[in-house]
Nanobody, 124 residues
């Protein structure tokens, strides 16, 4: 089994920055995809960013391109999401997810493992 634990959420003013972390433990895979999703109240879960482990491939939702950066520390089995120039519409619960098949998916159903989520609130 795999466990994912997010951290780093909180309250920030518009234009500010936050860095989210997701640490994986338990069963590991040689190649896999880790991603960030978010879900605001009353809305569907939305893809944010992903990285294919042990590779150089990253991809992002159009709404966060140029503002968010996904990165990894393979030795620590940890993925990060650096969020800059935050907007009120970025407010959501942010979830870490893992796809053992290492696909470049943007849909929640393509991911087998999920963290508990961390709240990000952008407000003045």
């Amino acid at each position: 089994q795999v466990q994912l634990v997010e951290s780093g959420g909180g309250l920030v003013q518009p234009g500010g920055s936050l860095r989210l972390s997701c640490a994986a433990s338990g069963r590991t895979f040689s190649v896999y995809t880790m991603a960030w999703f978010r879900q605001a109240p009353g809305k569907e879960r939305e893809f944010v960013a992903a990285i294919i482990w042990s590779g150089e491939s990253t991809y992002y939702a159009d709404s966060v391109k140029g503002r968010f950066t996904i990165s990894r520390d393979n030795a620590k089995n940890t993925v990060y999401l650096q969020m800059n120039s935050l907007k009120p519409e970025d407010t959501a619960v942010y979830y870490c997810a893992l796809d053992p098949a290492a696909r470049s998916g943007r849909l929640p159903a393509g991911y087998d493992y999920w963290g508990q989520g961390t709240q990000v609130t952008v407000s003045s």
